[in-house]
C-alpha cells in the first residue's frame, strides 16, 4: 500500500478499497491535506476499477464530515424514537450496556439479546470477528441474515456449490449477453464498458426487467417481465431446448445430474403459457429463446430483482440451470455471473473460535414480528450494527411498532444518525471505511483488496472490532487476544487467510484467486459439489420448497390493490447508506396509462398504500415502466416521503420460496391523488386526508 507525497499541494493520497456493498469493490486513491479527506476517486490498482468510481462514493466525505455524523457515545434524552441523546463518555456507555446485558440475561435467559447486522460493510473485520466472538459466547440469538441473496445463494450453492462466475472483461467475449433482474449502470457500473465494448463489436444484449433500464433501452430485445414471473420464463426457454433438440446432449451427460426431472417440470410450460402468466409478447419470448440457443458464446448476468418474490429461488435455480441445459459453458464469454463471494472459498470459521450456539434463529425479515411476539421468551436487548432496520426490512409498520416497546432496550451502533438510531437507548458512534482497516471481499470479482484508515478518527468514533472486544471485557467474555484491537484483528485475520492470497494480500494491498478474475467455466472452475457436476435437481431444496422446484406460485390477485411495487436500488445511495445526503422528496415512477385512470401528472403528489401501510410522495410519469408496475427506490430515510414511510411500509414480510428471503417486490398497491392547498405555512391536503403533508418553505 502506497502514499505518494505531492509537494506542490503537500497532498498525500493513500491507497485504500471501498468496502461498501457492492459488487465491484473499487480500488480508491484517497487524497488528504491536513489530515483532512480532500478528494477521493477511483485508482488503477484494481484493473477492473481502472481509474474511475461511482459519484456517490466520490463524494462520501460528505458523510464523514456530514452534520448527521456521530461523534459520541449518547443516552436518550427524550421519548424513544424522537432521536434526542445526552453526549456520554465510551465508559459510562459500554458500562450501561454490559450492565443491561447481565440484567436481561439474568431476569429472562442470554436469549432475550439479539444482535441485527447486515450489509454495512462487505469488510471481513466489521462483520463476524469480536462481534461473533461476542454474541456467540454469551449465548444471544442469532439473526438468519436473509434479507438479500438468500434466495439466489441457495439456488447457485445447489446448483453449482458457488462455483466462480464470469469475469467482467470476460463478456467482452461474449455474442449475447443477457442481463436478467439486473441493473449493472447503477449496481455495478464497472461492468457496463465491457458490456459496451462488446456490443459495438456486434454483440447481442437481452435484459429481462419490468423496467426500461438504461441498458434495456440499448438491447435487442427487453422483456418487459411481470415481476415474480421469470420461473416460468426459463421453464418455458427450458422447454423449447428439450423440445427442439437444441439442448447439449454431451455435456449433461458428463457434467450434470438431475436432467430428465428438470425436462418434467418444464414441459408444464409452453412459450404461450409462460408469455401470459408473464405478460409478455409470446413472439418476443419465441425471438430471445432462439438467439440464445443459436448463439455462443452467450453469458446471463443474473441479478438479485428476480429473488425478491414469492418465487425467487425456483427462479433463479430455473435461470442458472440455462446455461448448463443449453450448453454454454466451457467458453470464454460463455456462462454466467452471480454472486462471487464464494470465489475465494474463504470462510470465517478460520478466524473465530468460539463455535457457533445452538441458540434461536430469529429471521431478520420479520424482525417486527419477533420484537411484537412477547408471549414467550421476548426480545428484551436489541443491538444494532451494520444495518438500519427500519428503512431496510420489510413492514416497516410492524417493526416500528416493536421499536416503540418501553420494555426494550435499543442499542444503535452506526456512523450517522440513521432512522433506526433514532430509536436507540444507547447509541455509539462508529468509524467509517476511511478511518478504520479492513479486508474487502468482492462478491462481483471475487477479490479482496486491503482496506486501511486515511485519516484519524472522527469525533470519538471507534471501529467494530474494538467495542466488541471492550464489552468482551466488560462481561468477562473471552475475546482472543486477536481479536482486540484493529491492528491486530487485521494481521489475525489476514494470517488466516491459506496460501499465495495472504502473500498477495500483503505485498500489493489485493489478492485474487488462483483461477483468476477471468476464470472459463467447467475448464478453470468446476462446481462445488461433492461429484463436482451441476446438480440441476437438488432434492433438499425440493423439500424446501413450499410447491416443490421449478414450480410457480401463482400471485393471489387483490383488486383493491393492483399495482406491483418494486423498490429497486439508485445511483444516489448504497441501499440507506448516504441517505442522509439525498435530496429532500423521492418520487414513485409510474407509467401513463396507470397516471392517467388516476387522474395524476408529474409532480402531484399521491397517496400510495395496502392494508400494512402508506406513502406519500410525488409522482413523476415514466414511459419506461411497465404498465402495472410502479417503483419507488430501495433504501430511502423517512424525510425522503412526505408521511415518512418508504417503501417498505408497504413490503409485506412473507418469505421467499427458497433461503428465507424478503418478498420486497410482492407489495401490491393502490395509488390515488392527494389533493393539497397551501394555508399559512402549511401545504393541507384537502383530500383524501386533512393531514398536513408537508411543510412549506
Ligand atoms: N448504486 C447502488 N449500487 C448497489 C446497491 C445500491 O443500493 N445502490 N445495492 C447493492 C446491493 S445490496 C445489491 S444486493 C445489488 C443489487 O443489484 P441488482 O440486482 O442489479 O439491483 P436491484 O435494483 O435490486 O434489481 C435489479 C433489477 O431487477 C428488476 N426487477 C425487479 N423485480 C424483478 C423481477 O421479478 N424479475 C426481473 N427479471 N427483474 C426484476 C428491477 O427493476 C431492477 O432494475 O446492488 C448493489 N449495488
Ligand atoms: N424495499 C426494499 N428494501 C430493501 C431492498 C429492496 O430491494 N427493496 N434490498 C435490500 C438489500 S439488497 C440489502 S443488502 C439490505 C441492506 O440493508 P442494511 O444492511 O440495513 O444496509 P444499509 O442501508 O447500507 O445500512 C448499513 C448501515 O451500517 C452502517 N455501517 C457501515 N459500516 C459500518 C461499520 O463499520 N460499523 C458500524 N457499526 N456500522 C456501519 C451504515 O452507516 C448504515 O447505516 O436492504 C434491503 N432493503
Ligand atoms: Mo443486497
Not at 336 to 361: C, D, K, Y
Not at 578 to 584: F, I, Q, S, T, Y
Amino acid at each position: 500500500m502506497e502514499k505518494s507525497q505531492d509537494d506542490t499541494w503537500g497532498r498525500s493520497t493513500i491507497d485504500t478499497a471501498c468496502p461498501l456493498d457492492c459488487p465491484d469493490t473499487c480500488s480508491l486513491g484517497v487524497s488528504v491535506e491536513k489530515g483532512r479527506i480532500v478528494n477521493i476517486d477511483g485508482s488503477e490498482r484494481n484493473s477492473i476499477t481502472n481509474g474511475y468510481i461511482c459519484s456517490k462514493v466520490r463524494r462520501f466525505d460528505q458523510r464523514v464530515y456530514g452534520l448527521d455524523r456521530l461523534h459520541h457515545p449518547g443516552v436518550r434524552n427524550g421519548p424513544k424514537g424522537h432521536g434526542r441523546f445526552k453526549q456520554m463518555s465510551w465508559t459510562q456507555a459500554l458500562e450501561t450496556i454490559a450492565k443491561q446485558f447481565q440484567k436481561v440475561k439474568a431476569e429472562f435467559g442470554s436469549e432475550a439479546i439479539l444482535p441485527v447486522s447486515y450489509g454495512g460493510s462487505n469488510g471481513l473485520l466489521t462483520q463476524d470477528t469480536a462481534d461473533a466472538e461476542f454474541f456467540r459466547q454469551i449465548g444471544a440469538s442469532r439473526l438468519a441474515r436473509t434479507v438479500c441473496a438468500a434466495p439466489t445463494t441457495a439456488a447457485n450453492t445447489a446448483l453449482y456449490g458457488k462455483m466462480p462466475g464470469v469475469g467482467y472483461r470476460d463478456y467482452e467475449n461474449a455474442r449475447l449477453i443477457v442481463i436478467w433482474g439486473a441493473n449493472p449502470s447503477t449496481t455495478g457500473i464497472h461492468l457496463v464498458p465491457h458490456i459496451r465494448k462488446a456490443l459495438s463489436s456486434g454483440a447481442k444484449l437481452v435484459v429481462i426487467d419490468p423496467r426500461q433500464t438504461s441498458l434495456a433501452k440499448r438491447a435487442d430485445i427487453h422483456l418487459a417481465i411481470r415481476p415474480g414471473t421469470d420461473v416460468v420464463v426459463a421453464l418455458a426457454i427450458h422447454k423449447f431446448l428439450f423440445d427442439n433438440a437444441l439442448f447439449d446432449k454431451e455435456f449433461l451427460e458428463e457434467h450434470a445430474t438431475g436432467v430428465d426431472e428438470l425436462q418434467s417440470r418444464a414441459s408444464e410450460w409452453s412459450m404461450e403459457r409462460a408469455a401470459s402468466i408473464a405478460e409478455l409478447d409470446v413472439s418476443l419470448l419465441d425471438q430471445f429463446s432462439r438467439l440464445y440457443a443459436e448463439t455462443n458464446p452467450a453469458v446471463i448476468r443474473c441479478g438479485w430483482g428476480l429473488e425478491r418474490n414469492r418465487n425467487g429461488g425456483n427462479a433463479a435455480l430455473a435461470v442458472l440451470a440455462l446455461p448448463a441445459v443449453a450448453g454454454k459453458f466451457q467458453v470464454r464469454g460463455g456462462g454466467f455471473s452471480m454472486s462471487n463471494s464464494g470465489a475465494l472459498g474463504l470462510s470465517n470459521s478460520s478466524w473465530i473460535s468460539a463455535p457457533e450456539q445452538n441458540t434461536r434463529v430469529i429471521n431478520m425479515n420479520q424482525l417486527g414480528r419477533a420484537l411484537t411476539d412477547t408471549e414467550d421468551a421476548p426480545i428484551k436487548v436489541l443491538f444494532v450494527y451494520n444495518c438500519n432496520p427500519v428503512v431496510t426490512l420489510p413492514h416497516q409498520n410492524h417493526l416500528l411498532q416493536g421499536l416503540k416497546r418501553a420494555d426494550l432496550f435499543v442499542i444503535v451502533f452506526d456512523q450517522v444518525m440513521t432512522d433506526t438510531a433514532k430509536w436507540a437507548d444507547v447509541v455509539l458512534p462508529a468509524t467509517t471505511f476511511l478511518e478504520q482497516y479492513d479486508v474487502a471481499r468482492s462478491y462481483g470479482l471475487g477479490t479482496l483488496e486491503l482496506v486501511q484508515p486515511v485519516i484519524d478518527a472522527v469525533g470519538e468514533a471507534r471501529p467494530n472490532v474494538e467495542v466488541f472486544a471492550e464489552l468482551s471485557r466488560l462481561l468477562n467474555v473471552d475475546c482472543p487476544p486477536a481479536l482486540l484491537s484493529e491492528p491486530e484483528a487485521l494481521m489475525h485475520v489476514v494470517g488466516s487467510i491459506e496460501g499465495p492470497l495472504k502473500d498477495q494480500l500483503l505485498s500489493k494491498g489485493n489478492a485474487e484467486s488462483e483461477a483468476g478474475s477471468a476464470p472459463v467455466q467447467f475448464v478453470d472452475v468446476f462446481p462445488r459439489t461433492t461429484d463436482r457436476k451441476v446438480n440441476l435437481f437438488p432434492k433438499a431444496l425440493e423439500q424446501e420448497a413450499p410447491s416443490g422446484i421449478y414450480r410457480f406460485q401463482p400471485e393471489a390477485k387483490d383488486p383493491d390493490y393492483p399495482l406491483v411495487l418494486v423498490s429497486p436500488a439508485t445511483d444516489k445511495t448504497i441501499t440507506s447508506t448516504l441517505g442522509e445526503l439525498r435530496p429532500r422528496l423521492a418520487s414513485l415512477q409510474i407509467h401513463p396509462d396507470d397516471a392517467e385512470a388516476r387522474d395524476l401528472e408529474t409532480g402531484d403528489t399521491a397517496r400510495m398504500f395496502n392494508s400494512i401501510g402508506e406513502v406519500q410522495c410525488p409522482v413523476h410519469i415514466n414511459t419506461g415502466m411497465k404498465p402495472g408496475v410502479v417503483s419507488l427506490p430501495k433504501g430511502l430515510w423517512q424525510k425522503s416521503t412526505m408521511n415518512g414511510s418508504t417503501a417498505n411500509a408497504l413490503v409485506p414480510d412473507s418469505l421467499t420460496d427458497l433461503g428465507g428471503g424478503a418478498c420486497f417486490n410482492d407489495a401490491r398497491v393502490q395509488i390515488t391523488r392527494i389533493v393539497t392547498a397551501d394555508i399559512g405555512n402549511q401545504s393541507i391536503a384537502l383530500w383524501p386526508s386533512s393531514k398536513p403533508v408537508k411543510e412549506v418553505n
